[in-house]
């Protein structure tokens, strides 16, 4: 049994014990006093669980096929720690690479193209996915000859996204309290990009020759747009070229309390 599991089954079954003695009229047990009880063990174990439990990290290589696919859905799932996303892997691999903490993951086919979800390792997963402990660094390279969609999911984690070389049509990002450096496609045609951020840094480039459109908005968020390449027009950024042009991105991004900057 993990440990996460192992203090929340003793946390029910004290919580299911209190109740019981309250019903059978042996202990007078304040509903009132439950509720702060299990916010005050919650807190503890948020702030000591992982010191109790920390444990070494070893790093698992991985290599998931392509199995013959002609498009590719990858969903990346990484708690805290630091991502590396790069095209590069091999010609009969949708993605390879090394993963600290060890991920597990499912690939199916869908018609000519090969789904793929990929998770840290639920060994290191807390009861809730943001108390997962940190350490988990991952270095994922994904192929770079077939059209390629791409979510990412992350928690307080350090991500460096160089995504020039991939042949991405749809980019979505969702992130908590993070950092982030992104680099878009150069020559992957037409990009889709959603983002959705908490309380984060992210700087993102568009590489030269690639047009833009920038749509991005948040109450307590710096939102800062190169304006030689990208003017205002109207709510949106964008490129004097991007109907016509042969590489662009389309960005939407909702921030939270945090700072975006496009180059």
């Not at 991985?62 to 991502?83: N, Q, T, Y």
């Not at 390279?141 to 077939?146: D, E, H, R, S, V």
């Not at 982030?180 to 889709?192: H, I, Q, R």
Request: proline share 4%; hydrophobic share 45%; with cysteine.
């Amino acid at each position: 049994m993990r440990r996460g599991g192992l203090f929340w089954g003793v946390v029910l079954i004290l919580f299911g014990g209190l109740l019981l003695l309250n019903n059978l009229g042996i202990l007078k047990v304040s509903f009132n006093l439950l509720w702060p009880l299990f916010l005050i063990l919650l807190g503890a174990w948020v702030l000591i669980g992982p010191l109790i439990f920390r444990r070494s990290v070893e790093s698992e290589k991985v290599s998931i096929p392509l199995e013959g696919a002609g498009k590719a859905h990858v969903r990346i799932r990484h708690g805290a720690g630091r991502l590396e996303i790069t095209g590069g892997a091999g010609a009969n691999d949708v993605a390879s690479g090394a993963f600290g903490g060890g991920v597990e993951y499912r690939a199916r086919m869908d018609g000519d193209t090969l789904k793929v979800r990929m998770r840290v390792s639920s060994d290191f997963f807390f009861p809730f996915p943001m108390f997962n402990t940190g350490g988990l660094d991952w270095s994922v390279a994904l192929n770079n000859t077939i059209p390629m969609s791409l979510d990412i999911g992350g928690g307080a984690n350090d991500a460096h996204l160089d995504l020039t070389e991939l042949k991405l049509t749809e980019l979505r990002i969702e992130t908590g309290a993070s950092s982030m450096e992104l680099v878009l496609p150069a020559n992957a045609g037409f990009t889709k990009v959603r983002i959705e951020s908490g309380a984060s840094s992210m700087n993102i480039r568009v590489p030269d020759g690639v047009a833009a459109r920038i749509r991005a908005s948040g109450g307590a968020s710096d939102i800062s747009v190169d304006p030689s390449r990208f003017p205002r027009a109207g709510e949106v950024c964008q490129s004097a070229d991007y109907e016509t042009a042969a590489n662009k991105v389309e960005i939407k991004a909702e921030m939270g309390a945090g700072a975006i900057r496009v180059r």
